[in-house]
Structures are given as C-alpha cells and as structure tokens.
C-alpha cells in the first residue's frame, strides 16, 4: 500500500543524501567514522527525518480528504430537498438489495450451523415404483457397519407426543433417533449428556434429551432439570440432558429427542422404512467416493437378501442442498429484482447529479482557475457522492433489519428462515453497494461537470450550455423505462398465474372445512383398535352440532403432495397396455361427501373389516379401465404384496389432489383412514370454520382424554399456506416493479421539466410568434412519449427473452402472455403521459413578454 | 525556531528550490542544496530538515516532477525537474519577493 512504499523511496532517497554528505565530509579530511557522525548530526536524525517528511505526505493525503468531506457535507446540507430525496431513494434501493442478500446469505450461502456442516449429507433408499426414500433400521446399521466413506450415519423420525404432567396434555413434537446421532451433527447437549449405550438399547432406561425453549418453559431454566422426568404417554421418561438454544434441527418444533433402539423386536423388518437418514462423511472424501462406495454395499446386502434388498438402490445428497434447494430460484429471483430496482434509482440520481453539475459549472471553472487540478475537483465531487450513497446506505439497513421480520411473517415455512438477520456481511454488502452505487452514478455525470470551458461558461454568466435535444439524459430516462418495464412484466406474470390459481376448479369444495391433528404414535397406528378409535372419534365429531360431515385422510387435497403408487388390476390387463401409475389417497368414507366430491358412478365405499374398498376417481377409470365398467374390478399394489387386492366400488369426480397448479391425476383412494401420526380430520362445518374450535376440543377431550388436538386450521388456510412461497414472490415482485415506475415517471417529470425551464425563451418566442398552447403541450409530450415508447420497446424485448426464466413458476399464463404486455403497455404510456403532461402544461403557461422581460 | 520564521523560510525555500530548477536540468535533493550554498556564495544554507519536506510538497501540488535514476556514481537518486506549472508558479513567486523585498527596504530606508 501506499505509506510503504512511500517510507521506502523516502529512505532510500535520504540515504542517498547522507551517504553524499559523508563522501564530501571523508574528501575534506575526516575519518570515515567521524565524517557519520557530523554528517548524521547535521542532518538531524535519520528517523525524524523520515517522519517529517512522511508525516507530511499523509498529511496532505488527509486534509485532502478531510477537507473534501467537510465542503461535501456542506455543499449537501445547502440544498436539502436534493440530498433527501437522494439519500431516502438510495435506502429503498440499497436497503432492499441488503435486505434480499440477508435472506440469500443466511439461507444459500452460509453453511448449516453445524460443524464442518459441508460434510452432512441425507442418504436415501430408492427403488423404482416405491416413492419411499425412508430407510429401515436395519439396513441403517449395516450400511453404518460396512461402510467405509463415512464417518458415521444416523437417523430420525418424528411424530407427535402428548406430554402429560400437566393438567391438560400438551401436544409435543418428539424426535425417534438412531444412535451416533448428535456424534453425526457433533453437538454437544449445553446441559447434561448424551444417550448412554444402555440408554439406546431396547428394554434399558428410558431417556430423553429435551430443547432449550421447553427447558425454560417447564423447567424455568433450571440446572436441576437434569434428572426430572417427564411423562410423555404413555410412558416416563428422564431428561439426560438439554439441547442448545440454536439447536433446531430435524426441525423448529421438535422438543424431544428420544433414543430409537435398533434391536427392538419391531425394528427388525427391512421392510419397515422409518429413518431419514443422514451422515457425515469422512474428512476429504467426495460425494461421488461415498455413493461408489454405499452403491457397492447396498449390491452386497442385495445378493444377501435377495427379496428385499436386490431392487434397492442408494442416493446421496448434501444435508444443505436437500434442506434449501427448493428455494433457490426464488431468493435469486428477487434478487435479480431488486438489483434492477436499484439500477433504476441509480439512472434517477446520476440524472440529477447531472442536473447539480451542469448547475455548479460557474463554480467549477472558478476553482480551476484558482489552480486546481482536475484530479483535485473529480475527487472532491467524488466524495459528495460518496457521502450520500453511505447515508442512503446506513439508512437502508434499517429497512434490511426490518425486512428479516417482513420475511417470517410472510414466509414462516422458509427454510432456515430464522437464520435471517442483519450481521457482518450485511453491513459489509451494503457498504460495497455504496460504492459501487458512487461510481454508477457519479462517473458520468462528474465527467461530464469538470471539463474545463472556462472561457464559455465564465462568458455565458454562469448558464449551462444547451445540448439541443438532451440525448444523455433522455436516454438515461429511457433506460428507466425499459428497466421498469421488465420488472412490470415478471410481476404481472406472476400475479395472473396467482390469478388463475385462484380460478381453477378445484374439482372440491375448500370452503367452510377444519382440519387438525389429534396426536397419537406409531406404535398404536394400525390394526383393528386403530380403526375402532377412528371411528369412535368420527361418530362423536359428527354429533357436535354444527358438524355436517366427519372424515380422515393421510393428505389434504388441493395442498401439493405426491404419493405416486404402481397398480395392477386381478382382472388382469393386455401387455400392451401402459403401466397404471397413479396418486395413492387413503380416506375414510366421508370424505367424497364432506369434500363435496360428486360421485359419478357405482356406491360410496365403507371400511369394512374383510373386505378391502376402494374408489377412482374419472381420470383413472378412463386411462386405464374403459371408464365405468371399472367397477367391480380388484386393485392390488405390486410394491405391497401383503394387501388383499381391493374391490373397485365407485367412480368420483376429478381433484386435484397434487395442488391446485396441477391438472387432476389419476387417482385411487383406498377407503381406509384408521389414524396414525399425520392423519388429518376433516370435518364440514356449517358456518365458519373457526367457530367451533373450542367446541371440537372438549369433544375430543372427552373422547380421548389423553390426545391433545391441535393445528385446527381452516383447509383455505392449508391451501393458501401451501402457496405463500409463491405470495412472497409476487407481492414483493410487485411492490418492486411498481417502485420501478414510480422512479422512471419521476425521472421523466424531473427531465422534462429541466427542459421545459431550459428553452422558456424559445417556447415564450413561439407563442408570442402566434403558436397555439395545445400545440406546446403536444411538443413536449411527443417527446416524453418517444423516449418512453422507445424504452417500453425494448423493455419488453428484454422481458420476453428473459421471462423463459420465469416459466417455472407461472400457472395458467404463457412467458409471452398477450395480456400481460398489453396491459404493462398501457400502465406505462399512461403513466408517462401523465408525467409529461405537467411540464408540457407548464411551458404552455408561459406568458411571452414575462419570460422575454427575464433575460 | 518560530512558527512564523519558519513560514518565511519555507516561502523563500520553495523560491530558491523553483529557481534552482529552473535552469533546466534535473537536479537531485543534495545537488539541489549544494547549488544553492555554493550559488548564494555560502550566504544560504538550506536547513536540511526543511528541504525534502518541501520538495516532497512541491511534488504533490505538480510544480515538481520527480523520477528515479542514477548519479555519477551509480548510485540510485530521485531527481526533480520543473513542470509547466512550476515555472508560473517561480514567475509569481519571484514578483511577490520583488514586492517584498522592496517593501520592506523603503520602510527601512525611512529614517
């Protein structure tokens, strides 16, 4: 840098100095030793030297800049309107573009909060036909045991829990894992321990570790914790240890963490697919080694248990990318948004710095002919421009510090979204967007402010010369349009995809329908008390009055879900016919009523213990069985040998059970809906659903004192959840393009009115010379609409080709969607011709003999 | 030394370094302190710790330019020339020391 380069070349020429100065000494007679010493004293001393001289070189340096801050924030504080309008329009842009890369660094770009986190991974079990990436405890073992690329591999499942010390239970989300499972994420419990190895085997003592927010909300935070029990039906267990306040993971809500041993009598099916499972692999190994390497363990499980292991097959992704690649696209989107956002109000201010230098021309040239230098002036200018991009800057992180709240509330299911905040790298980003905003903005119009014309402008008495038509800066204001114009697109794209989801017919009736959990465990799920509670719980529900309908099912329609199934009819079917793939639904009779779903054919099913129902819905029937003679047919799943085939007893309309962004799939609904964790109760409520939430839980209360109920949720609350990723997108897309507007008619008015001032001679002439107002007015607003026309043109161009981008995230709408460029069109001309209007209605006002009375 | 003769010294310093320069060739820092001791008939002699301070001041304002080469003697040295800007600088300087120096002559002479 700079000051060591500088001290360098000062000692070097300093030496060279002295050393001059003993040679003169050394030929008038002294020793060599004594001609040192006097030329050293003569000198003064090296160092001192060295300082004063380098001392002053940074002084310059400083009071350079010290002074070109000062006459800045002076300059500045004379004409306020101009400074807050810049720093407030620089906040919005700069704090925006903060607030989106807050989001994008505490979600893609920082590593999950654990150590070495690059090393986690998920490890699933595939097998075509079989959309089950769970792995059984068994075959989680021996992959542990046999393989040799990680360090170690756990698992974990979660279901709910209904904790029970208190008065009423209190519904919790426990969390069954494999052991070595804190060894995986290398967490260490803040208070207490981990499992003991007698602790994770079947018929040891019960334990469990317990999160921080449940530790101070039951325990107050005491240390005594350790050691208490607490009795999560229908069991006792005791608390080991507490996790870390930032410990969140398989999720948020999960406050337990029991112990799932893998040698428990149940735990021994390799059918039995419960575990997500995750790893961490061994220092410096790749991805591509481990997947080599489980590949080639799984084959040899498959040779050894040919039945149920030969089919399988491994997949390994990183932990980070399973958890957040979802919503990549989305943050980077916005992203590109709002940069083009700040773009827009950096061709905004670079206009009116433009302005402000042409204005300040007579001052310029006055300093130039004091001796500045040019070098001088462009730095001085520089700075002022500096100053109000870190203003606008710090400002704009407050409005990054808010939008972290602005992201929960209208994103809460976001991954990782309570990582977002303001921190470090935020600031950081928000000072380089500073600078980076001082040079967009202030090279040109700096430029073209320091050139020197003394004679010419000194001449003129301080006016700015005219450069007939401002091309530059109706350019710039082109530039604005066509930007707002791209953003005008995307945004309008989106919110009629928004549009038209709210437009399809759903093929079922979403409304007036509460839905919510009663917690239970997988242990009791299944068999015939299972469906005996189901139904004992439906048949109380149905006589709350208010209750029109009562039923379960494992997914709520309308919300995206996938549960694709192979089928094979007993009927048997030519070989020639295409596989019947379809969505697999399991639901208890009541549903097609209470959902409103019209039968279409053959009798609603019942869950009858022999025999096994079901139902299809028209898509199916007419894919793949001739429509309605299908029924009477026998369905059985290739993948689930161990199900008696099921007897076809009805067609029913068409849902959309995949989300409402997808077209009806063929369906089968097996008319079983005994709970298990995760079971949804539906019920149809006459009235608002909300109404009787109170009365739903004492009735539950009642049937089943030990569950508790929650998550009662109206479905359209279910359905527009599922959608708020979407929601986030569009509102802010939209809020974003129509900022973008905004900026680009200011900048016209701003432009057009510097014009209009600039020829009030040439205008007042012509009116005195007999031109009519209408026809000023039209002058001035032919030009604004020109520019605007030409920007719109080539906005559009540019949003075309980028709005393939988008296709991915649009319903119902095409990328080149006619009505949303027309529409974009029409807003942008209307707009503009608004903007122009003013000024040209201005100009037309000008009385001829006052204006000529002026000069 | 005073701040204020300090200030008259640096004033007449940076006049004789203009002036030495002037000549037209380029002068190293020690050449330029010999000329002016030996020129001024050893009158003058440059403080020593005011010279590079005020060549380095001359430098930054561009009245100065300076590069480095070698001496005589191979030895590597920073030699300073004057920039345009420098010799309008020596005209005004040389025109306010008449002034000066004359001023105060004749509130001298006055008896």
């Known amino acids: 840098m700079r000051p060591s380069r500088l001290q360098r070349d000062l000692e070097r020429e300093l030496s060279f100095h002295l050393t001059e100065r003993m040679d003169e000494l050394q030929e008038s007679g002294l020793t060599q030793a004594q001609a040192a010493r006097v030329a050293r004293r003569q000198f003064g001393t090296f160092s001192s030297q060295l300082e004063r001289t380098r001392d002053m070189n940074i002084n310059l340096w400083l009071e350079a800049i010290v002074r070109n801050l000062r006459y800045g924030v002076r300059a500045l504080t004379n004409t306020p309107a101009f400074t807050v309008t810049v720093v407030l329009t620089l906040a919005l842009g700069i704090g925006a573009n903060s607030a989106v890369f807050s989001a994008i660094y505490a979600v893609l770009l920082r590593p999950l909060p654990f150590p070495d986190a690059g090393e986690l991974v998920t490890l699933a079990q595939s097998q075509p036909t079989i959309p089950d990436p769970f792995v059984a405890p068994v075959r989680l073992e021996e992959w542990h045991r046999f393989n040799s690329t990680l360090q170690a591999i756990t698992g974990y499942y979660s279901e709910d829990a209904s904790e029970t010390s208190g008065e009423l239970p209190e519904k919790l989300k426990r969390a069954w894992v494999a052991p070595r499972f804190l060894q995986v994420l290398e967490v260490a419990p803040a208070l207490g321990r981990n499992f003991t190895p007698e602790e994770e085997r079947f018929g040891g003592p019960s334990a469990v570790l317990i999160s921080y927010r449940l530790w101070q909300r039951r325990f107050g935070g005491s240390p005594a914790a350790v050691g208490r029990t607490l009795r999560v039906s229908p069991f006792s267990y005791s608390v080991v240890g507490v996790m870390p306040a930032s410990f969140h993971f398989p999720d948020r809500d999960v406050d337990l963490w029991s112990p799932s041993p893998p040698d428990a009598p149940y735990a021994q099916s390799r059918e039995a697919t419960w575990f997500t499972a995750i790893g961490r692999l061994k220092r410096g190994t790749s991805l591509a080694e481990a997947l080599t390497n489980l590949t080639a363990v799984q084959f040899n499980l498959g040779r050894q248990f040919p039945k149920t292991d030969s089919k399988k097959s491994v997949s390994i992704v990183p932990l980070k990318e399973a958890t957040v690649g979802g919503i990549r696209r989305s943050l980077w989107l916005l992203f590109g948004s709002v940069s083009l956002l700040l773009l827009i109000a950096c061709t905004n201010i670079a206009a009116l710095l433009l302005s402000r230098s042409i204005a300040r021309q007579h001052e310029t040239s006055v300093r130039y002919s004091l001796g500045a230098s040019r070098v001088a002036v462009t730095a001085q200018l520089f700075t002022e421009v500096l100053i109000l991009a870190v203003a606008g800057a710090l400002v704009g992180l407050l409005l990054a510090a808010a939008s972290s709240q602005v992201f929960r509330t209208l994103a809460k299911d976001l991954p990782r979204v309570e990582e977002i905040g303001l921190n470090g790298s935020v600031v950081m980003y928000s000072l380089a967007c500073a600078v980076v905003v001082t040079l967009l903005c202030g090279v040109m119009p700096i430029a073209f402010g320091t050139t020197r014309n003394l004679a010419g402008t000194l001449a003129r008495g301080g006016r700015a010369h005219v450069l007939g038509r401002n091309p530059v800066q109706f350019t710039m204001v082109g530039i604005q349009v066509a930007l707002a114009a791209i953003l005008l697109v995307g945004a309008g794209l989106l919110l009629r995809s928004f549009e038209q989801l709210g437009h399809v017919s759903p093929g079922f009736d979403p409304l007036h329908v509460l839905t919510f959990h009663i917690s239970n465990t997988w242990a009791e799920a299944g068999g015939k008390p299972a469906k005996q509670r189901t139904e004992r719980i439906l048949d109380g529900l149905r006589s709350v009055p208010g209750v029109e309908a009562a039923a379960t099912a494992m997914s709520l329609p309308g919300v995206p879900s996938n549960y694709e199934i192979e089928l094979k009819t007993t009927e048997g079917r030519a070989e020639s016919e295409p596989k019947m793939l379809a969505q697999g639904r399991w639901v208890t009779s009541e549903y097609f009523p209470a959902m409103h779903i019209p039968i279409l054919a053959g009798q609603w099913c019942r869950d009858e213990l022999n025999v096994s129902t079901a139902m299809i819905n028209r898509s199916f029937a007419n894919l793949f069985l001739n429509g309605s003679a299908a029924v009477g047919h026998h369905l059985v799943q290739p993948a689930n040998p161990y199900l008696p085939p099921a007897e076809i007893r009805g067609i029913v309309g068409d849902v959309r059970e995949m989300g409402l962004d997808r077209e009806p799939p063929p369906t089968v609904y097996w008319c079983t809906g005994a709970m298990q964790p995760g079971t949804f109760f539906l019920l149809r409520i006459l009235g608002e659903p909300g109404s009787l939430s109170g009365t739903i839980r004492r009735k539950i209360h009642e049937l089943e004192p030990l569950r508790s109920v929650y998550d009662l949720t109206p479905l359209t609350g279910h359905i527009s959840d599922a959608y708020s990723e979407n929601r986030l997108r569009t509102i802010l897309l939209a809020f974003f393009a129509l900022t973008a507007i905004a900026l680009a008619s200011i900048g016209l008015y701003g432009t057009l009115s510097y014009l209009v001032q600039l020829r009030r001679r040439e205008v007042a002439l012509r009116i005195a010379l007999g031109a009519l107002r209408v026809d000023v007015v039209r002058q001035f607003v032919d030009q604004g609409l020109r520019i605007v026309s030409w920007g719109c043109f080539v906005g559009l161009a540019l949003a075309a080709a980028f709005a393939r981008m988008l296709s991915s995230m649009l319903f119902g709408v095409s990328a080149t969607d006619v009505v949303t460029l027309g529409a974009v069109v029409l807003i942008v001309l209307a707009v503009s011709f608004l903007a122009s209007l003013a000024p040209a209605i201005r100009a037309a006002r000008f009385e001829p003999m006052q204006a000529l009375r002026e000069e | ?111």
């Open chain 2, 1 to 111: 030394m005073s701040k204020k003769e300090n200030d008259i010294l640096q004033g007449t310093l940076t006049l004789l370094i203009l002036k030495t320069l002037a000549c037209g060739k380029r002068m190293h820092g020690y050449a330029i302190n010999a000329h002016i001791h030996q020129v001024s008939a050893q009158l003058l002699r440059v403080e020593e710790g005011s010279l590079y301070p005020a060549l380095h001041r001359m430098e930054h304002d561009g009245w100065v330019r300076a590069e480095w080469g070698k001496t005589e003697k191979n030895r590597d040295a920073r030699f300073y020339s004057l920039t345009a800007r420098g010799r309008k600088q020596l005209m005004q300087k040389k025109e306010s020391w008449k002034r000066l120096t004359e001023g105060v002559a004749r509130v001298i002479r006055y008896a």
